[in-house]
């Protein structure tokens, strides 16, 4: 695999509900970026994303998953983070190391609880937003619906790009406003027509709107367009990116994930009008200093996300920030000041993990058999004197207190939570000398279940929930 650079890269958070699509979503890009010869689903256990077997049971994703894909001599790093509350964790690291989101909305049923729970994370953040409304096929789609909900949900600063002309059970046509050109998806080919003339003035209105609301992010493209009435398409385009950047515009566009109808022109829409990690402003270290994503910096990565996967133990993922990160490089962690070396780095869709000899500021990758390394620390160069902040993951919202079956089992639980709270740090676990008992805190009633499911069969400890006693 070729080694891109920072301008190439485009990365992103696949956010919305449960339900909308985002795993299936990511099936059809990771398939048209060529990472997979055979689309996988949810309903057979054999997507890339959700590759776990607590996901296989639930049919839905408990971890963030970190993908890629090449389009258009760009690479698209994409991270698939679950829709449930309790698994919040994955949507709140995604969007440190992500620029953009892409949220995901069911046709039929619109913004969702776990959009907008998604959409407040995104606000922290700081981070811009494309909408890709998912589902168009359903019997009860309903396009309109779902932008009025979300002008009223999530942003007024909607900017519809692609809309579709028979939504439904029917569904094989779009109309994009941005080229002015329908989309027809016959027989598993797609189709590009000129726009017919019954869609000729709904088309061209919502042209106007949208070359205005890319104008009204630039200053040199407002006097363009004060001067001359319009944008053409790059204009609109430099003007779609200024403002994702500030999160002046959300550009809505049309998808069918399960059908694979629009995906590949999303995905050349993403490559051409989502900021590159050095078009975004300077991230903050702990001392405040300003660390632009610059391939000549010093080199320093952020531990994102870390794993434990059998025969071959802790992976560790990381967004280079400044510099470049190469095989074999001599490297310090900043939170604990140890030494290490990067004996392997790869770029991972899931499981599977490509390995490369280097990767440059923006990039996304994985590394392995580092000593101590968790998530949220910071990576550098010798003497390279940056750490950054770590991630703001949220407070606990439930709690429990847990004993093994057997007391035989205790120090191998200790062990078990201990790597699971590597995995997940909303999952938090103490003990409590004054209670005598070992309580856990998470985000959720099903979010301390799945950690029982894992005591139970990955672990093979039998263990109990009790209530916490109460301290006199």
């Given at each position: 695999?070729?080694?891109?650079?920072?301008?190439?890269?485009?990365?992103?958070a696949?956010?919305?509900?449960?339900?909308?699509?985002?795993?299936?979503?990511a099936?059809a890009?990771?398939?048209?970026?060529?990472?997979i010869?055979?689309?996988?689903?949810?309903?057979?256990?054999?997507t890339?994303?959700?590759h776990?077997?607590?996901?296989?049971?639930?049919?839905?994703?408990?971890?963030?998953?970190?993908l890629?894909?090449?389009?258009?001599?760009?690479?698209?790093?994409?991270?698939?983070?679950?829709?449930?509350?309790?698994?919040?964790?994955?949507?709140?690291?995604?969007?440190?190391?992500?620029?953009?989101?892409?949220?995901?909305?069911?046709?039929?049923?619109?913004?969702?609880?776990?959009?907008?729970i998604?959409?407040?994370?995104?606000?922290?953040?700081?981070?811009?937003?494309?909408?890709?409304?998912?589902?168009?096929d359903?019997?009860?789609?309903?396009?309109?619906?779902?932008?009025?909900?979300?002008?009223?949900?999530i942003s007024k600063?909607?900017?519809?790009?692609?809309?579709p002309?028979?939504?439904?059970?029917?569904?094989?046509?779009?109309?994009d406003?941005?080229?002015?050109?329908q989309?027809?998806?016959?027989?598993?080919?797609?189709e590009?027509?000129?726009?017919?003339?019954?869609?000729?003035?709904?088309?061209?209105?919502?042209?106007?709107?949208?070359?205005?609301k890319?104008?009204?992010?630039?200053e040199?493209?407002?006097?363009?367009?004060?001067?001359?009435?319009?944008?053409?398409?790059?204009?609109?385009?430099?003007?779609?990116?200024?403002?994702?950047?500030?999160?002046?515009?959300?550009?809505?566009?049309c998808?069918?994930?399960?059908?694979?109808f629009?995906?590949?022109?999303m995905?050349?829409?993403?490559?051409?009008?989502?900021p590159?990690?050095?078009?975004?402003?300077?991230?903050?270290d702990?001392?405040?200093?300003?660390?632009?994503?610059?391939?000549?910096?010093?080199?320093?990565?952020?531990?994102?996300?870390?794993?434990?996967?059998?025969?071959?133990g802790?992976?560790?993922?990381?967004?280079?920030?400044?510099?470049?990160i190469?095989e074999g490089m001599?490297?310090?962690?900043?939170?604990?000041?140890?030494?290490?070396?990067?004996?392997?780095?790869?770029?991972v869709?899931?499981?599977?993990?490509?390995?490369?000899?280097?990767?440059?500021?923006?990039?996304?990758?994985a590394?392995?058999?580092l000593?101590?390394?968790k998530?949220?620390?910071?990576?550098?160069?010798?003497n390279?004197?940056i750490?950054?902040?770590?991630?703001?993951?949220?407070?606990?919202k439930?709690r429990?207190?847990?004993?093994?079956?057997?007391?035989?089992?205790?120090?191998?639980?200790?062990?078990?939570?201990?790597?699971?709270?590597?995995?997940?740090?909303?999952?938090?676990?103490?003990?409590?000398?004054?209670?005598?008992?070992?309580?856990?805190?998470?985000?959720?009633?099903?979010?301390?279940?799945?950690?029982?499911?894992?005591?139970?069969?990955?672990?093979?400890?039998?263990?109990?929930?009790l209530?916490?006693?109460?301290?006199?």
């Open positions: 695999m070729k080694v891109y650079n920072t301008d190439q890269i485009k990365n992103f696949l956010l919305g509900n449960s339900g909308s699509g985002k795993t299936t979503l099936e890009m990771l398939f048209e970026g060529k990472v010869e055979r689309r996988g689903e949810v309903e057979n256990k054999n890339v994303s959700d776990t077997d607590i996901e296989h049971e639930n049919s839905s994703s408990v971890f963030a998953s970190v890629y894909a090449e389009f258009n001599d760009k690479k698209l790093n994409f991270i698939d983070c679950p829709g449930a509350d309790d698994f919040s964790n994955g949507a709140v690291a995604a969007l440190c190391v992500a620029d953009t989101a892409l949220i995901i909305l069911n046709a039929q049923n619109g913004v969702e609880v776990g959009t907008e998604h959409n407040r994370h995104l606000e922290n953040a700081k981070k811009g937003a494309v909408i890709a409304i998912n589902q168009l359903h019997d009860k789609a309903n396009f309109d619906k779902a932008i009025e909900q979300a002008k009223e949900r600063n909607i900017a519809i790009v692609q809309y002309v028979n939504e439904g059970t029917g569904y094989n046509a779009m109309i406003v941005l080229l002015m050109k989309y027809n998806f016959i027989d598993g080919k797609v590009v027509t000129d726009v017919p003339a019954d869609q000729k003035d709904k088309a061209e209105g919502l042209r106007a709107e949208l070359i205005e890319a104008a009204e992010n630039d040199k493209l407002m006097e363009v367009f004060f001067d001359k009435g319009t944008l053409t398409e790059d204009e609109i385009r430099q003007g779609i990116t200024k403002g994702l950047v500030k999160s002046g515009i959300i550009p809505v566009v998808v069918s994930a399960k059908k694979n629009g995906v590949a022109r995905m050349e829409f993403l490559s051409n009008v989502l590159s990690p050095n078009e975004m402003p300077a991230v903050k702990e001392a405040g200093n300003d660390i632009k994503c610059d391939p000549k910096g010093p080199a320093a990565a952020f531990v994102f996300k870390s794993s434990i996967e059998q025969h071959i802790e992976i560790n993922f990381f967004k280079v920030m400044s510099g470049e190469t001599d490297i310090v962690n900043a939170t604990t000041q140890s030494k290490d070396r990067l004996s392997q780095i790869f770029v869709a899931g499981k599977n993990r490509v390995k490369v000899p280097k990767m440059v500021a923006g990039d996304i990758g590394t392995v058999k000593k101590g390394v998530t949220s620390q910071t990576l550098t160069a010798p390279a004197n750490k950054f902040n770590k991630i703001p993951f949220p407070e606990p439930f429990t207190a847990i004993k093994t079956i057997n007391e035989s089992d205790d120090e191998k639980m200790g062990e078990a939570l201990n790597r699971m709270n590597m995995e997940d740090p909303t999952l938090i676990v103490e003990y409590s000398k004054e209670l005598k008992q070992i309580l856990l805190y998470g985000q959720g009633e099903y979010h301390l279940n799945i950690l029982k499911w894992h005591l139970d069969n990955i672990y093979k400890i039998p263990t109990e929930f209530a916490p006693r109460i301290p006199y």
